[in-house]
Structure formats: structure tokens, C-alpha cells
């Protein structure tokens, strides 16, 4: 038989899974709605914004181009235009 311990997220005591939560704190986790990323487009630097950072550019082979170079980078929301 399983052994119960107290959920690390509800408190309660139950058979815990992974991550020390149980079933129902997991699936309720998993259930949460999320909003979709924000895509932007900065046409100054011809670089795609996801959720205020730059985003790798998707060339083939090596390129040198803006999104490459500041890939993970805050972008300046005054340059953004929403797609």
C-alpha cells in the first residue's frame, strides 16, 4: 500500500506522485489556463518579439542578423508592433 504524506502544495495528506504533490494539486496545475505568448514584431531591428524578448531567428546555417545577436534580450516596447 502507498505511503500518505502531506502535500507540499494543499496541505493535505494523500498518496503524493512526483514532486511531492498530489493528484489533484497536479492536475489542477495542469488545467490552469495560460495566456497566449505575446508576439510582436520590431521592424526597426527586422527582429520577432515574444513576450517582451528577442527571439533567435529561425535562418538556416550561421547568420549575423539582430535576433541572433540579442536573442533573450529585453526589447523597447516603442519599436513593437503587435502582430
Known amino acids: 500500500m502507498a505511503t500518505k504524506k502531506k502535500c507540499g502544495t494543499c496541505g ?8 511531492g504533490i498530489c493528484h489533484e494539486c497536479w492536475q489542477a496545475e495542469r488545467n490552469v489556463e495560460k495566456e497566449p505568448p505575446q508576439l510582436w514584431y520590431d521592424y526597426t531591428n527586422q527582429a520577432w518579439v515574444c513576450d517582451g524578448k ?13 535576433g541572433t545577436a540579442h536573442a533573450g534580450e529585453t526589447a523597447d516596447p516603442a519599436l513593437c508592433l503587435r502582430r
Open 12 to 19: 493535505n495528506v494523500r498518496t503524493l506522485g512526483r514532486g
Open 54 to 66: 528577442y527571439l533567435r531567428c529561425a535562418h538556416e546555417g550561421p547568420c549575423d542578423c539582430y
